[in-house]
């Protein structure tokens, strides 16, 4: 197989990057069709991430149209829910050129009515021929619809380019639509022997400013964050979105069976327009709800589990039905531990700082794991002096047909 070579333009190395000021040609390899210099679904791919911040509780598409010669010629991604999908943006960028081309995209295109029209139509109505799509719509009441309408009206469908890299770009949208329930991420700053208390007490940070920095980046990357009463109690925490970059507050989650929150807690002065929601049992005065609610804060009493504790799985059913797609857990080791008892954790982040407490200080999970839980560690990275540990705890679902 001979690949014809050449220099690159600027505006073809803009195409790589993202940047598209106007139409950049693709690779073409003699019999073999034609492929981007980084591969087209690749690239649809990495124009998706850009939404991460912004798009929940719609899950992160990307996508490219090339014209029948293998042009690209537009491309776009969807930037926040109730806007314009990307398969649209794409289009639009197309225009004309669409005709007899080619479409890749992340996600399989919308066939329904929601906030916006069917992508599906509109990519008929733009004269495409082939579609290609990583990955069919989790959402077990819509997927495959797009898949069929393009088909009916004679356009040629490809699944499953690059479907692993797809379905991981949108965990939280598949865990929501599969079993009901947010991605739930336990986030624990500790030292090397995994202590979150017990040291030097004039030190409020075990973790370096490094580290600090990317609980930040987390924040903004989850819908809600949860701690439990006792956290609140000992930290009084603001629970916001404090980084450099463009960010919004996470919802706040507070789990206090007996109602002891105060109503000078900063979660309630801290500025934030996003909501508090605490959880309660009927163990929780109306009093105290009373005073909640003049701060700003919304009460949810659930039956109590049979520690007379607020149950996780009542928590998470109730933040799903509001379209919760995120949990960041940032509480202390009692609330870690149920959590991972009730095999409710997705994945786990360890900032493990360079410091030994010793038997003296608090244990990271205040429970007995029995079976023991294993972990698929897929990151490990260095934050300033500290150890970032990325790890999955639960297999990514699947639909089943």
Same mark, same amino acid.
């Given at each position: 197989?001979?690949?014809r070579?050449?220099?690159?333009?600027l505006?073809?190395r $803009?195409?790589?990057?993202?940047?598209?000021?106007?139409?950049?040609?693709?690779?073409?390899?003699?019999?073999?069709?034609?492929?981007?210099?980084?591969g087209l679904m690749?690239?649809?791919?990495?124009?998706a991430?850009?939404?991460?911040?912004?798009? =929940?509780? /719609?899950?992160?598409v990307?996508?490219?149209v090339?014209?029948r010669?293998?042009?690209?010629? %537009?491309? %776009?991604?969807?930037?926040?829910a109730? %806007?314009?999908?990307?398969?649209?943006?794409a289009?639009?960028?197309?225009?004309?050129?669409?005709?007899?081309?080619s479409?890749?995209?992340?996600?399989?295109?919308c066939?329904h009515y929601?906030?916006?029209?069917?992508?599906?139509?509109?990519?008929?109505?733009?004269?495409?021929? #082939?579609?290609h799509?990583? #990955?069919?719509?989790?959402?077990?009441?819509?997927?495959g619809?797009?898949?069929?309408?393009? $088909?009916?009206?004679g356009?040629a469908?490809t699944?499953?380019?690059?479907?692993?890299?797809?379905?991981?770009? /949108?965990?939280?949208?598949?865990?929501?639509?599969?079993?009901?329930?947010?991605?739930?991420?336990?986030k624990?700053?500790? =030292?090397?022997?995994?202590k979150?208390?017990?040291?030097?007490?004039?030190?409020?940070?075990?973790?370096?400013?490094?580290?600090l920095?990317?609980?930040?980046?987390?924040?903004?990357?989850?819908?809600?964050?949860?701690?439990?009463?006792? #956290?609140?109690?000992?930290?009084d925490?603001?629970?916001?979105?404090?980084?450099?970059?463009?960010?919004?507050?996470?919802?706040?989650?507070?789990?206090d069976?007996?109602?002891?929150?105060?109503?000078?807690?900063?979660?309630?002065?801290s500025?934030?327009?996003?909501?508090?929601?605490?959880?309660?049992?009927?163990?929780?005065?109306?009093?105290?709800? $009373?005073?909640?609610?003049?701060?700003?804060?919304?009460?949810i $009493?659930?039956?109590?589990?049979a520690? %007379?504790?607020?149950?996780?799985?009542?928590?998470?059913?109730d933040?799903?039905?509001r379209?919760?797609?995120?949990?960041?857990?940032?509480?202390?080791?009692?609330?870690?531990?149920?959590?991972?008892?009730?095999?409710l954790?997705?994945?786990?982040? &360890?900032?493990?700082?360079?410091?030994?407490?010793?038997?003296?200080?608090?244990?990271?999970?205040?429970?007995?794991?029995?079976?023991?839980?294993?972990?698929?560690?897929?990151?490990?990275?260095?934050? &300033?002096?500290?150890?970032m540990?990325?790890?999955?705890?639960?297999?990514?679902p #699947?639909?089943k047909?």
């Amino acid at each position: 197989m001979r690949i014809r070579r050449r220099q690159y333009s600027l505006d073809e190395r $803009r195409c790589v990057s993202g940047v598209l000021s106007r139409p950049c040609l693709a690779l073409v390899i003699p019999g073999k069709g034609i492929f981007s210099l980084l591969g087209l679904m690749q690239r649809a791919i990495r124009l998706a991430y850009r939404g991460r911040f912004t798009t =929940s509780p /719609n899950p992160m598409v990307g996508a490219v149209v090339v014209d029948r010669h293998g042009t690209i010629v %537009g491309q %776009g991604y969807h930037r926040r829910a109730g %806007g314009p999908h990307a398969e649209i943006y794409a289009l639009r960028q197309a225009g004309p050129a669409a005709v007899g081309g080619s479409l890749y995209v992340t996600l399989e295109p919308c066939n329904h009515y929601g906030r916006t029209p069917p992508c599906s139509e509109a990519i008929v109505q733009a004269g495409i021929q #082939t579609v290609h799509i990583a #990955t069919t719509d989790p959402n077990p009441k819509v997927a495959g619809g797009g898949v069929a309408y393009l $088909r009916n009206h004679g356009i040629a469908v490809t699944l499953g380019e690059l479907e692993d890299k797809a379905r991981s770009l /949108n965990r939280p949208f598949i865990t929501w639509s599969l079993l009901g329930r947010p991605m739930v991420t336990v986030k624990v700053a500790c =030292s090397l022997d995994g202590k979150i208390a017990g040291w030097d007490p004039r030190d409020r940070y075990v973790s370096s400013p490094e580290s600090l920095s990317f609980v930040h980046d987390l924040r903004r990357t989850h819908d809600a964050i949860l701690i439990g009463v006792d #956290t609140l109690l000992t930290d009084d925490p603001t629970l916001t979105y404090r980084g450099k970059g463009f960010g919004r507050d996470p919802v706040r989650v507070v789990l206090d069976s007996q109602g002891r929150t105060p109503n000078q807690a900063n979660v309630f002065h801290s500025g934030s327009h996003g909501p508090t929601l605490l959880y309660t049992t009927q163990a929780a005065s109306v009093q105290w709800e $009373r005073e909640m609610f003049s701060v700003g804060g919304e009460v949810i $009493r659930l039956p109590a589990d049979a520690a %007379g504790q607020v149950p996780l799985h009542a928590v998470l059913d109730d933040l799903a039905s509001r379209q919760i797609l995120s949990v960041l857990v940032e509480a202390g080791a009692t609330i870690h531990g149920a959590f991972l008892q009730a095999n409710l954790v997705d994945q786990w982040i &360890g900032l493990y700082s360079p410091l030994l407490v010793g038997s003296s200080g608090l244990s990271a999970i205040g429970s007995i794991l029995s079976p023991s839980v294993k972990a698929e560690i897929i990151e490990c990275k260095r934050r &300033g002096p500290d150890l970032m540990v990325r790890a999955w705890l639960q297999a990514l679902p #699947t639909r089943k047909d």
